[in-house]
């Protein structure tokens, strides 16, 4: 089974750091274009970070560039993304997706079960 | 970048047909045919039911279907069941920095 799992969640305060973890399995990870999208408590979804098959291109929301780093490591078909400096505005449930083989960055077809982010003093 | 528009909600009859329209601009869904639909049931997460406007994933209905006209999309469900009562949400690439949008999400009601 087609599979993605999503750690490293929790309580921060306002200017700290996590790590989100997001752990594949049941298909060639290597080869697939990878995202993060999170999604505020009982509103829509936001696109986070995309990082393509390879580790290169790498993409950032305005909202996050220069706070977020996304990375991947293919031998341990793990991605993962490092959040610093946190804002209040960063609290979301925060989902890893597969990129689907169109061409298109924006179509995600095996979603992980989200992990939750909630940065509060 | 703006998320793009779509009605907070649009309710049907089983049996019966609705469209949920995503408007954005020529920056996004009018300059590129990377218009994609998601379905989210309560506590669950995301389902891709539409890609690069038109076209479905293995495995989804026949009966879910894309298209777009100048920069609005719009995603119809014909023969409306009770198990499509969900949120759905457009998305879309943008020539802006930020380069996938999503849209403002659409909660469907299956009276």
């Known amino acids: 089974e087609m599979q993605l799992v999503e750690s490293g969640g929790g309580l921060v305060q306002p200017g700290g750091s996590l790590r989100l973890s997001c752990a594949a399995s049941g298909f060639t990870f290597s080869t697939y274009r990878m995202t993060w999208v999170r999604q505020t408590p009982g509103k829509g979804l936001e696109w986070v970070s995309y990082?393509?098959?390879?580790?290169?291109?790498?993409y950032y929301a305005d909202s996050v560039k220069g706070r977020f780093t996304i990375s991947r490591d293919n031998a341990k078909n793990s991605l993962s993304l490092q959040m610093d400096s946190l804002r209040a505005e960063d609290t979301a449930v925060y989902y890893c997706a597969r990129g689907y083989y169109t061409s298109a960055l924006n179509a995600f077809d095996i979603w992980g079960q989200g992990t939750m982010v909630t940065v509060s003093s | 970048q703006s998320a793009l528009t779509q009605p907070a909600s649009v309710s049907g009859s089983p049996g019966q047909s609705i469209t949920i329209s995503c408007t954005g601009t020529?920056?996004?869904?009018?300059?590129?045919?990377?218009v994609s639909w998601y379905q989210q049931h309560p506590g669950k997460a995301p389902k891709l039911m539409i890609y690069?406007?038109?076209y479905r994933p293995s495995g989804v209905s026949n009966r879910f279907s894309g298209s777009k006209s100048g920069n609005t999309a719009s995603l119809t469900i014909s023969g409306l069941q009770a198990e499509d009562e969900a949120d759905y949400y457009c998305?879309?690439?943008?020539?802006?920095?930020?380069?996938?949008?999503f849209g403002t999400g659409t909660k469907v009601t299956v009276l």
């Open positions: 690069d406007v038109s």
């Open positions: 990082i393509s098959s390879t580790g290169a291109p790498i």
């Open positions: 998305s879309s690439y943008t020539s802006s920095s930020t380069r996938v949008v």
């Open positions: 020529s920056s996004d869904v009018g300059g590129y045919d990377f």
